[in-house]
């Protein structure tokens, strides 16, 4: 069985996960030519079929089958309702919490194939418990994982056209932190989430410490604009055909908006942010071999770190730091702008071996570099090509 369940214009609520199935498509009602984008700005996509979640559950459209295929969501508002394409893991019990799926699996059993995620519009998604596997941590902050979408397959994924606006729901948070000498009421940071994982965090965790996963093929993510405030934009691993440059994962076109002059006061929910933190605050993050990141955009802003005087490190414009073997090879970087905000670099960060890649009429934000970084043990720097980049390559 299968087909496209249409949801004319309207609004739906629903209290849990909207669990679909191989072969199904969900599909609102037509937004037309509507964009994402407009350049660097949000367009004007705006679905007239509305879903909406539990604020702050991190609920929404859910398949986490290993062998699940062909199936997707097209032109639906989802208001508080991620997008959750994730891959099958092998977990501690029966029980499916995210406890056991996010810190106590063991292996990755498949990723399925097939998936599309195309012409949605996403807000508010958050979790807001900052560690779903300690109990006793009270504070309510968003959970470091959250992420509006993410979509999981060993190939053909399309991401696309999708708009995850500024967030439409405020509230305050009152806050007992380690080594804060008051209680902290502060504002409750709905997009300080992932914005785009594509085959990366979940299998950065598992893969990182059980073996590894084949990198996946056919995967396109373009046209999409991702507002965030913390962590990362758009986030990926990928493979091409072994031998061609930019042959791997297709990133084309989309835009990253971080929020500037905001403020980060813990970024586990625990303990007070100082200036040696990291929020990420990072555009691009890609693993993987072959990828093909072409005119994406970026404003990029790290954050001030509660009560200090320090930004949060980090801010990087495109950065791969960790991949199969710890290898940057037969990248293209073509044409990325990151020079709307106030950081923003372009790097390969302390890799094994930085071989074949081409960097091509990039432009970093003012100030920051374009290149690789290498240390003692991480220096295998060759066969690179770099021209027309704004500043000039070091490094490659």
């Known amino acids: 069985g299968g087909g496209v369940v249409y949801f004319p214009a309207g609004s739906y609520a629903f209290s849990s996960n909207i669990l679909i199935q191989s072969n199904i498509v969900i599909r609102g009602d037509s937004t037309g030519s509507a964009k994402a984008k407009k350049g660097t700005q949000p367009g004007s996509l705006s679905p007239k079929t509305i879903f909406t979640c539990k604020f702050g559950e991190h609920a929404g459209v859910f398949n986490n089958d290993p062998k699940g295929t062909n199936f997707g969501i097209v032109n639906v508002h989802l208001d508080a309702c991620a997008v959750m394409f994730w891959p099958g893991l092998k977990t501690v019990g029966s029980a499916f919490n995210l406890k056991s799926y996010w810190w106590e699996a063991t292996d990755i059993e498949g990723m399925g194939a097939s998936k599309l995620v195309l012409g ?73 989430r992932y914005g785009i994982d594509a085959n990366k965090i979940l299998l950065g965790g598992v893969a990182g410490k059980y073996g590894g996963h084949k990198c996946p093929d056919a995967q396109v993510v373009r046209d999409n604009y991702v507002y965030m405030n913390g962590r990362v934009g758009v986030s990926w691993s990928g493979g091409g055909d072994g031998k061609t440059v930019g042959s791997g994962t297709q990133m084309y076109n989309n835009h990253v ?26 555009g691009y993050d890609q693993s993987g071999y072959e990828n093909n990141v072409t005119m994406n955009t970026g404003h990029i802003n790290r954050q001030k770190a509660a009560d200090t005087s320090y930004m949060s490190v980090d801010g990087e414009g495109i950065l791969q730091q960790a991949s199969t073997g710890n290898d940057g090879i037969r990248n293209l970087w073509y044409k990325n702008d990151l020079s709307g905000g106030s950081t923003g670099y372009l790097a390969f960060y302390n890799l094994f071996n930085v071989e074949y890649n081409q960097l091509i009429s990039n432009t970093a934000a003012k100030g920051e570099f374009i290149g690789a970084v290498v240390d003692a043990t991480h220096h295998n720097v060759q066969h690179n090509q770099c021209k027309d980049n704004h500043p000039a390559c070091i490094r490659m």
Request: glycine share 4%.
């Open 120 to 192: 949605n519009r996403i807000h508010d998604v958050t979790y807001t418990h900052p560690n779903p596997s300690d109990s006793s941590v009270k504070n309510t902050w968003p959970w470091a994982f959250s992420t509006a979408i993410a979509a999981y397959s060993d190939n053909n994924t399309l991401v696309a056209n999708n708009l995850l606006s500024k967030a439409t729901k405020s509230m305050k948070t009152t806050l007992s932190l380690k080594d804060a000498n008051r209680s902290l009421t502060v504002e409750y940071p709905v997009d300080n």
């Open 257 to 282: 908006e971080v929020a500037a002059g905001t403020t980060c006061w813990t970024v586990d929910g625990v303990r007070l942010m100082t200036g040696h933190d990291t929020n990420e605050n990072r």
